[in-house]
């Protein structure tokens, strides 16, 4: 079993390397190739040790067009959050079906009570719900500390977009804006 866990890790590391380097993943017009496999190294362990998965904006876009087209309304299967700010971030734009909540932007080892308990109820009862984190860019903590937290309360379905909002409209796709 740790064999198959490692194997995983190391597959995960691999695929990473392999995104970043290939461009999948925004990072600000840099292409030197020792800030790629800082990132890739940064992303694998961050992963690794907080429990989730990342995603890709191409995997991501493919689940949301799986959802009904109007994807807020059957957003049972999939949660989105923003992690971000909610008046610099989730009211400016945010891609559409996320909730906001506000995640500090360095690693956070504990939860006061209160926040917990509004996180347990904004991810729901379902620890088997695929949920998704994203904050700004790939420079932005905030989404694995949401993705860590989810893991660490035993969500097992647990995934970060790590190219955040910015890769997402660099992609092109629709973005909702709360007034």
Not at 110 to 131: I, M, Q, S
Not at 144 to 154: I, K, S
Request: charged share 25%; with cysteine; proline share 4%.
């Amino acid at each position: 079993m740790k064999s198959g866990k490692a194997l995983g890790v190391w597959m995960l590391g691999l695929a990473l390397l392999l995104c970043l380097s290939s461009g999948v993943f925004a990072l600000g017009g840099r292409t030197d190739e020792a800030e790629v496999q800082k990132l890739a190294a940064k992303f694998h362990n961050e992963a690794a040790g907080g429990g989730y998965r990342i995603v890709s904006t191409g995997e991501f876009k493919a689940w949301l067009d799986q959802l009904d087209p109007r994807w807020a309304s059957d957003m049972r299967t999939l949660l989105i959050v923003d992690t971000m700010p909610l008046d610099d971030g989730f009211r400016k734009h945010h891609i559409p079906g996320a909730v906001p909540f506000e995640f500090p932007n360095d690693e956070v080892n504990r939860l006061d009570d209160k926040t917990k308990a509004k996180f347990e109820e904004l991810l729901g009862p379902d620890k088997n719900r695929k949920v998704v984190f994203y904050g700004r860019d790939t420079q932005c903590g905030r989404s694995h500390n949401g993705a860590m937290w989810a893991a660490r309360l035993g969500y097992t379905r647990v995934y970060r977009y790590p190219d955040g909002i910015k890769g997402w409209l660099e992609a092109g796709y629709m973005v909702d804006r709360t007034d």
